[in-house]
Structures are given as C-alpha cells and as structure tokens.
C-alpha cells in the first residue's frame, strides 16, 4: 500500500529548449517545435543596437558538422553534446564567401520604415495637437449638420410627395 502511494505521477513541466545568443552571449529559452525564424526574430528584438543580429540558428557538437535550421524548420534537442546556437554576420562570413549563399532575414515588423540590422525600438509621440482637435470639432459640426438636414427633409417628405402626384 506505502508502495502504491509513492507511485503518484506527478505533472512533468513542458519541455524547452535553450538556444546561445552569439551575440549577447545568453541563453534563450523556447518551447519545443518553436519555429527557428520566429526565434531568430525573437532573439534580434532584445539585442542591443551595436551587436550583430542573429542569421539563423544551428545545432554544434565538438567533432561534428553543425546543422542549420532553416525559417520555417522547428527546433529539436539532438541529444547530448548537442548545443543550439545563433550564428552571426562575422561567424558566417568566410562561410558565404565565394559560395553564393546568402543568409536569410526574418521580418520582425511590417514597417516600411523598418530598419532590421537594428532592434526595433519605438518612441511614442504625443498625437493630439490643435489640428487633430480642430478636426475632431469640424467632424462633430458636419455630423449635426447632416443630421439636421436629413431631419427637414424626412418632416417634408410627405409634402414633396404630394407636389409630385399633383403635377402627375
């Protein structure tokens, strides 16, 4: 009976993954199956504006060639001695020299302004001024104005009608 009652399944956590920023030299945690580009993106966003972005993430292992995850490749723990890392503009240059091949950008935002060798970082401006008042007033004054003119012509209507059939 002692036996049954320490059998109990406890809830396991949710697996994770920790991938090494290159650039910032932390870890970053992300759920099994997380996308590889929307940890990249995920990964530029918190780097700060002097440090090179993150390409794409790779799986190393001393002694083994590393594996690339493209975009849209989820992410996988390949077992012990595994290490999932970002590889940055510097690491990747000698690579892509010569070779034609040329890294991916993910987007982070939909901007057209936007600027993805920096994090983005936006500056909130104050938007009411007296023009944006002005225009609110001017709204509100042909709004009552529409409506008072519907307003007449909805009271006259029976009228109008009676003119039209007069003359028909």
Request: charged letters at 20%.
């Amino acid at each position: 009976m002692a036996e049954e009652a320490s059998k109990v399944d406890y809830p396991q956590p949710p697996p994770f993954l920790e991938v090494r920023c290159k650039s910032s030299g932390k870890m970053k945690r992300f759920a099994e199956g997380t996308k590889a580009g929307f940890a990249v993106s995920l990964i530029n966003r918190k780097l700060d504006i002097r440090t090179p972005v993150a390409l794409h993430i790779e799986a190393v292992k001393e002694g083994e060639e590393p594996i690339s995850f493209g975009p849209d490749a989820a992410l996988v723990n390949f077992g012990n001695g595994w290490m999932l890392q970002t590889v940055t503009e510097a690491d990747d240059a000698g690579f892509r020299e010569g070779q034609g091949v040329w890294p991916f950008r993910t987007r982070i935002s939909t901007s057209e302004h936007f600027d993805s060798s920096r994090p983005s970082k936006r500056i909130s401006q104050p938007v009411i001024n007296f023009f944006y008042i002005g225009k609110i007033f001017l709204a509100f004054l042909l709004l009552f104005f529409l409506g008072g003119f519907f307003t007449l012509a909805l009271e006259n209507l029976p009228r109008l009608i009676l003119f039209i059939n007069s003359y028909m």
